[in-house]
């Protein structure tokens, strides 16, 4: 048992050491250069239930920029959905195409429970993927 913990804290510190090294080796003050493969972005929507009215919010996150506004409608409007005015339902089914025709692939969805001042919430939330 005790070389069993002394092994794997000489693994440890191994791992712990080339981390490091690999650290010292980058440039200070270079650019990060993104990896190969693929870029990826997260499309948000929520709903707020409060005692007086709902509050709806909308996100599109990516590594290069942050679109957080008030509706899918907005949202939308932002990424330049065509179709004009519709349902919210809609709307999001809209953008859900229009990052698809663009080469985004959804990778996972799942609901989100959303705590707030003003209420508690649901929401979804869509990660995609595309190739750089």
């Known amino acids: 048992m005790k070389h069993a913990r002394i092994a794997i804290a000489f693994v440890l510190l191994a791992g712990i050491a080339l981390a490091a090294s690999g650290c010292a080796d980058a440039g200070a003050g270079e650019p990060v250069k993104p990896a190969k493969g693929y870029e990826h972005g997260i499309f948000e929507f929520t709903t707020i239930r409060a005692t007086h009215a709902d ?41 859900l195409d229009h990052l698809s025709s663009q080469g985004w692939e959804l990778i996972t969805r799942s609901d989100v429970a959303v705590a707030a001042a003003a209420g508690t919430g649901i929401g979804e939330r869509y990660v995609f993927r595309r190739k750089r």
């Open 55 to 95: 509050t709806e919010t909308a996100r599109w996150i990516t590594g290069d920029e942050e679109i957080d506004v008030s509706s899918a409608e907005a949202l939308g409007l932002e990424l330049k959905v065509p179709g004009g005015a519709a349902p919210s339902r809609t709307i999001r089914v809209r953008i």
